[in-house]
């Protein structure tokens, strides 16, 4: 167990619909990344946050969108979804720079989309 | 980050160690080579990481070659439950996001 959670673990939809995945990190992390995983593309990094603000962007579509909370979970919200969308979708977390083992990234479960 | 190369994938008898070598010939000087695994479909699983020197703690040892340009990860003795998909990750650390190649299937066999 990583200690990061990740809601729901198994997410089903049509197309054109609207998702939210949410994500817990580790008591203490102040950075989350969103990585996507599916069949042809492997994993890929979507999208980072540190501390409430966006650090970083990967390939991530313009019809997706994350957000950082004050309480530090982060949510990533897919819309007008499409049946490529389908994949595992990870979150991690890891610690502020200084600490030790900082900069490792520690995964949660996923979250496991089909859009149908 | 640095390009890195792996072996698609390879077999390992239980009990056996098992050598997951890996190439970044051109990793810069302050880029570190990190190892994750992912056990089916779980999330990626952090291992080991080294700038120079050989590390070791109680998952594995990382050998990193003199000049840099290729490392091995080393699982002493093999068990049914290392069978996973290995990356190798040359990147800054506190940098930032891990770029996923293919990564090499190990497959422990008993």
Redesign the interface.
């Known amino acids: 167990d990583?200690g990061?959670t990740q809601t729901p673990k198994h997410l089903i939809t049509a197309t054109g619909q609207r998702v939210t995945l949410r994500c817990s990190p580790r008591s203490g992390d102040l950075s989350v990344?969103w990585?996507q995983q599916s069949l042809d593309q492997?994993?890929?990094?979507l999208i980072?946050y540190y501390n409430g603000e966006e650090?970083?962007k990967?390939n991530i579509l313009e019809r997706f969108s994350a957000q950082q909370f004050p309480d530090l979970h982060s949510e990533l919200n897919l819309s007008s979804l499409e049946l490529g969308d389908s994949a595992?979708y990870?979150c991690?977390s890891s610690p502020p720079?200084g600490l030790a083992a900082?900069?490792?990234?520690?995964?949660?479960?996923?979250t496991?989309l089909t859009v149908l | 980050d640095a390009k890195t190369t792996q072996p698609t994938s390879m077999d390992c008898a239980e009990g056996r160690a098992a050598n997951l070598p890996c190439n970044h010939s051109t990793i810069s000087g302050n880029e570190y080579v990190y190892w994750y695994r992912q056990i089916h479909s779980q999330g990626p699983q952090y291992i080991i990481h080294g700038l120079k020197n050989n590390e070791t703690n109680e998952m594995a040892s990382l050998i990193i070659t003199e000049d840099r340009k290729s490392s091995t990860l080393i699982l002493p003795h093999a068990t049914l439950r290392d069978t996973a998909v290995y990356y190798c990750i040359a990147r800054m650390e506190y940098g930032n996001k891990l770029v996923f190649g293919a990564g090499t299937i190990l497959r422990v066999k008993s």
């Open positions: 990583s990061v990344y990585y492997g994993l890929q990094f980072q650090r970083a990967g595992l990870f991690a720079a900082a900069d490792t990234q520690y995964f949660g479960p996923g496991r």
